[in-house]
């Protein structure tokens, strides 16, 4: 074995070894909170009632009025079978709430006023191979009656029998998709050995049409892909939505000391992004999404259901809305609603309303 890799191997074994107990920390926090001890999670952040000597625009930010939470993000764990360089929400922890705790969180955002939930990662497909997040989206559709409910999943994991148990609770299934190379895909860190991301995607979009779940791509837009035509390759799959996203840093996540990517490589400017545009500007079903438009117009809970601050540019915790409640902790989301309703954040996404050809 060579001398470097000698070197990094501690290392390795070190943060794998430390984000399992930050994990099992976490989980002993949860089992002991019925006793009301003053336990935090890791990478609490406190926060509480400016006092009266903080600036005015803190305490002005504390007296407005909380945003409704319409559509939530929910990652619910970080754990991932992929590597993506750019991704902005990364392996830092391997934390997943009792599924108990999780929809009695859902329960709570729904009476606030949650319309639409979507369930993210990491993989969401990972945990319980499936299991996990079938009976989320189950309890959602069934249970508390959302008009939305979706996934977004590499799909690498997705098999036919989930359809078949929970395909009929769910709204839309959106799979990532950065490029129609393959080699492409192997160097942005989607490859999975034997596996064809492309091919795959093809079969997850039968499946879609076969078990009547409207079918969206993802896709970010980055250095190795910016100069890519997926014009052809876009319009034969179909899909209801193709959500186009300028690759974003985030301190501690992808870029910075603390991060688990080096993400920098992989940025594009806003001409390249806009040039990207232009040349797919024929695809009806394009929904473009610059860094501007995403930074704080997505309401993002993270593993232990706090909401994450992106306004500084690193991925900032409320508390849970577990201990403190909804309208508390969304106060401290950095949540954009206008800009979430400028780019169109809110658009028919119960299949009920969508006039699909399944």
């Known amino acids: 074995m060579p001398l470097g890799a000698l070197v990094r191997l501690p290392l390795a074994l070190a943060r794998a070894a430390l984000a399992t107990l930050r994990g099992r920390l976490g989980a002993l926090c949860w089992s002991l909170s019925p006793l009301s001890l003053p336990l935090s999670l890791p990478g609490w952040k406190r926060v509480s009632a400016p006092s009266p000597a903080a600036p005015e625009s803190c305490r002005q ?39 108990e705790e999780a929809k009695r969180g859902l329960e709570m955002l729904k009476e606030a006023g949650m319309e639409k939930i979507n369930f993210s990662g990491g993989e969401p497909f990972l945990q319980d191979r499936g299991e996990f997040v079938g009976q989320l989206v189950k309890f959602c559709k069934q249970d508390l009656k959302l008009p939305s409910v979706s996934i977004v999943s590499n799909g690498s994991l997705i098999r036919e029998r989930w359809f078949k148990k929970y395909g009929e609770y769910l709204d839309i299934l959106a799979i990532s998709c950065d490029s129609f190379d393959e080699n492409v895909n192997i160097l942005i860190g989607r490859g999975q050995g034997k596996k064809n991301h492309v091919e795959n995607l093809h079969k997850l979009r039968q499946w879609c049409r076969e078990y009547a779940v409207a079918f969206k791509i993802n896709s970010v837009i980055n250095r190795f892909n910016v100069e890519e035509d997926m014009n052809e390759q876009i319009k034969a799959l179909n899909p209801v939505r193709w959500k186009v996203f300028q690759c974003l840093l985030i301190e501690g996540e992808n870029t910075g000391e603390d991060a688990l990517r080096e ?40 593993e232990y259901m706090r909401f994450l601050n992106c306004r500084n540019g690193r991925k900032e915790p409320s508390k849970s ?5 909804v309208e508390a902790a969304i106060k401290f989301s950095g949540f954009d609603e206008n800009m979430f309703l400028k780019r ?15």
Not at 73 to 93: E, I, M, P, S
Not at 273 to 291: A, G, I, T, Y
Request: aromatic share 14%; proline share 5%; net charge negative.
């Open 61 to 99: 930010e504390w007296d407005e009025p909380s945003p409704t939470p319409t559509s939530v993000n929910y990652h619910f764990t970080r754990q991932c079978n992929y590597k993506c360089g750019f991704c902005f929400h990364t392996a830092k922890t391997s934390f997943v709430l009792p599924l």
């Open 263 to 302: 993400a920098e490589k992989f940025v594009i400017s806003d001409e390249d992004f806009e040039q990207f545009l232009d040349r797919h500007k024929d695809v009806s079903c394009l929904v473009p999404e610059s860094n501007q438009k995403m930074r704080d117009s997505y309401l993002i809970l993270d």
């Open 321 to 325: 809305i577990l201990d403190v409640g």
């Open 344 to 358: 169109g954040g809110k658009y028919v996404w119960s299949k009920a309303d969508m006039k699909l050809d399944w």
